[in-house]
Structure formats: structure tokens, C-alpha cells
């Protein structure tokens, strides 16, 4: 039998690329299986289900690689195990079919390919934020609070009838927010 894996990132996408590919490859809706979500530690139910339902002599099919492994690594372990239990893998966007020599030497390439891809984002990434922090420039998120508004927190809890979490709300900011901006302005 066949089984159909879907997976998109983010709950405003939609996998009907996916399943209209996975059907026309011959899938039936009822094997479809699907998740939402990703990184590391996105822990894809609709993949151990599915995992879990497939019998030796079942296929996998997924509309493309990225699907399936949140790494080569995971990639390569999910298909380690298939071929374990005698499940075969089918990526369509690639046109890779695990059931033959070349398509299993086909994966492994592809597999080596974005793994080499992956290093190198990472390291184009390291070097601009090594180039911006060259120039004085701070990544990451603005601070929630500008010194002047950190003078008037103080003041404000130097009246004892204002409690944290009120000079919070004021700054609409959660009270840990403000515990941090106080405590950082103590370090300097």
C-alpha cells in the first residue's frame, strides 16, 4: 500500500500541492498523513502515526525531501529505518525511489548536497552578523524599554503605593520584562 506524508511549517500554509501530488501518484486519501510545524524540536505526530500504521512491503511517498527530515541526518535515519522494515521511500519532486540502486545512491546524494547546503547558509550567516557587529550593529530585538523610560520605572516604584506589576501595565510590558531592564541598568 501506499502512504502519503504532508508537512507544512507555519498553520497558515496550506498542503494542497502536497496531497494533489501525493493523489496523482496514486495515494489514497484515507493513507494520507500530515503535520504542521517544524524545527527541532517539533516532534511530528502525523509521521510516528503514519510510521506506525505501515506494514514491510508499504511505500512512503512524499511530495519532496524537505518533508520528511528536519536534517540529513533525520532524513537518512527515517529511510535507515524504512528500509529496515522493508518500507520503501518515494520523493516525486526528486524522483527518488528507494527500491532501486540508483535511487538509493540518488538520496545519498542529495542528502550530502544539502547538508553542504545547509553549511553553508549557516556560515554566509555567521559572516554577515560578524560584518554587522564590525560596524556596531546589534542583531536581535529592540530593547522593550529606552533608558528614559527605565529613569521613570524607578521613580515610579520609589512610591511605595505602585507595585511592579502596575508600572508594568503602564509600559505594557510583562513584569519579568521589567525585573530584566531594571536589573541590566544595575549592571552598567
Known sequence: MKFGYMRVSTPDQVTDHQRDSLTAAGVDEDRLYSDIGSGARFDRPGLHAMLKAMRDGDQLV????DRVGRSTKD????????A??????????EK????TATGKL???IFAAIAAFERELLAERTRAGLTAARARGRRGGR???????????ARTMLADNRVTVTEVAAHFQIGRNTLYRALNRENAK
Do not use: H, N, Q, Y
Open 142 to 152: 529592540p530593547r522593550a524599554l529606552k533608558p528614559s523610560d527605565i529613569r521613570l
Open 84 to 93: 529496515r522494515r522493508g518500507i520503501e521511500f518515494v520523493s516525486l519532486r
Open 96 to 99: 527518488i525511489d528507494t527500491s
Open 62 to 65: 512524499v511530495a519532496s525531501l
Open 75 to 82: 532524513l537518512l535515519a527515517t529511510v535507515d529505518e524504512l
Open 106 to 108: 540518488t538520496l545519498t
